[in-house]
């Protein structure tokens, strides 16, 4: 599977975007699917993680309730809405995708657990 992430920009704080990722190939359904951001001079960090079927989310703690990931297994594309954004938000999102189990809380944060990895959009926050 082969991935592109899209949608990000510039918005103010407290203002939404959306992020999308498209996959190739046709058994993106099997892939658990990830959002992972890079902020200048820090390590990348979780955002989020759904299962392959859509019932099941985990985020990170400094997002959580403000950010959601939803999938179209159809259309092959998995969405990050991100509400009452803050300059802190400010970062590179990547979107993933892995296969493994089970898809808990704890395994949804390990990087290496996905592979491939999308090319990073660019998301800025002002205040």
């Known amino acids: 599977v082969q991935l592109q992430a899209s949608g990000g920009g510039l918005v103010q704080s407290g203002g939404s975007l959306r992020l999308s990722c498209a996959a190739s190939?046709?058994?993106?359904?099997?892939?658990?699917m990830g959002w992972f951001r890079q902020a200048p001079g820090k390590e990348r960090e979780f955002v989020g993680a759904?299962?392959?079927?859509?019932?099941?989310?985990y985020y990170g703690d400094s997002v959580k309730g403000r950010f959601t990931i939803s999938r179209d297994n159809a259309k092959n594309t998995v969405n990050l809405q991100m509400n009452i954004l803050e300059p802190e938000d400010t970062a590179v999102y990547y979107c993933?995708?892995?296969?493994?189990?089970?898809?808990?809380?704890?395994?949804?944060?390990?990087?290496?657990?996905?592979?491939?990895w999308g090319q990073g959009t660019q998301v800025t926050v002002s205040s």
């Open positions: 190939g046709r058994t993106f359904s099997t892939y658990i």
């Open positions: 993933a995708a892995g296969r493994f189990t089970p898809f808990q809380s704890v395994s949804a944060r390990i990087q290496s657990f996905y592979n491939p």
């Open positions: 759904i299962s392959g079927s859509g019932d099941s989310t």
